[in-house]
T-cell receptor, first 116, second 113 residues
Framework: NAGVTQTPKFQVLKTGQSMTLQCAQDMNHNSMYWYRQDPGMGLRLIYYSASEGTTDKGEVPNGYNVSRLNKREFSLRLESAAPSQTSVYFC???????????????FGQGTRLTVV | AQSVTQLGSHVSVSEGALVLLRCNYSSSVPPYLFWYVQYPNQGLQLLLKYTSAATLVKGINGFEAEFKKSETSFHLTKPSAHMSDAAEYFCAVTFNQGGKLIFGQGTELSVKP
């Protein structure tokens, strides 16, 4: 039972380089999320996908793009990395109705990205 | 705007003491509230959630939280802290079906022997 799988776990980029963070879930969830975690700022939502084929901006979308490739996969792309994007990135997924008793958001283990 | 705020970025307690982590929300519609825990270098794990079924919610590891609409609060408590409770705790909120999950800033809990 893999849950939410993120790759890679660690990455170092030079300023201006591009990369894609991959996320896949095997729980048949409709909703998927990308967050970044920075000290003292908690988790901030970058992008959100309520279902296959739809995406929506979160609190901090600038500098990022996403693709909901299919129901399982939701990728995050940095087109031109900047030092301000140094962070830990988490992917999550959830069932259709988070307000229901038996649903919750499940998180991947995170990707630690450093931009130098 | 709808949001959630955690009071205190760092809380330190002695082993065996009461744990109280504070969370307040701001919303014009009924909120659905969550507490997550993050151990070092790991992802987040759900502790408990409020879905309007009961105002006092019991979670894993002896934690519980009470939803108080009049105070717009959802504070997390545990009667007796263990060393293994040292972690970062996040309060989160969503507001409707398919809604976004928004997190607070987090509170780091330290437990002293």
């Amino acid at each position: 039972n893999a849950g939410v799988t993120q790759t890679p776990k660690f990455q170092v980029l030079k300023t201006g380089q591009s990369m894609t963070l991959q996320c896949a879930q095997d729980m048949n969830h409709n909703s998927m999320y990308w967050y970044r975690q920075d000290p003292g700022m908690g988790l901030r939502l970058i992008y959100y996908s309520a279902s296959e084929g739809t995406t929506d901006k979160g609190e901090v979308p600038n500098g990022y793009n996403v693709s909901r490739l299919n129901k399982r996969e939701f990728s995050l792309r940095l087109e031109s990395a900047a030092p301000s994007q140094t962070s830990v990135y988490f992917c999550a997924s959830s069932g259709e109705a988070l307000y229901r008793e038996n649903t919750e958001a499940f998180f991947g283990q995170g990707t630690r990205l450093t931009v130098v | 705007a709808q949001s959630v705020t955690q009071l205190g970025s760092h809380v330190s307690v002695s082993e065996g003491a009461l744990v109280l982590l504070r969370c307040n929300y701001s919303s014009s519609v009924p909120p659905y509230l969550f507490w997550y825990v993050q151990y070092p270098n790991q992802g987040l794990q759900l502790l408990l959630k409020y879905t309007s079924a009961a105002t006092l919610v019991k979670g894993i590891n002896g934690f519980e939280a009470e939803f108080k609409k009049s105070e717009t609060s959802f504070h997390l408590t545990k009667p007796s802290a263990h060393m293994s409770d040292a972690a970062e705790y996040f309060c989160a909120v969503t507001f409707n079906q398919g809604g976004k999950l928004i997190f607070g800033q987090g509170t780091e809990l330290s437990v002293k022997p």
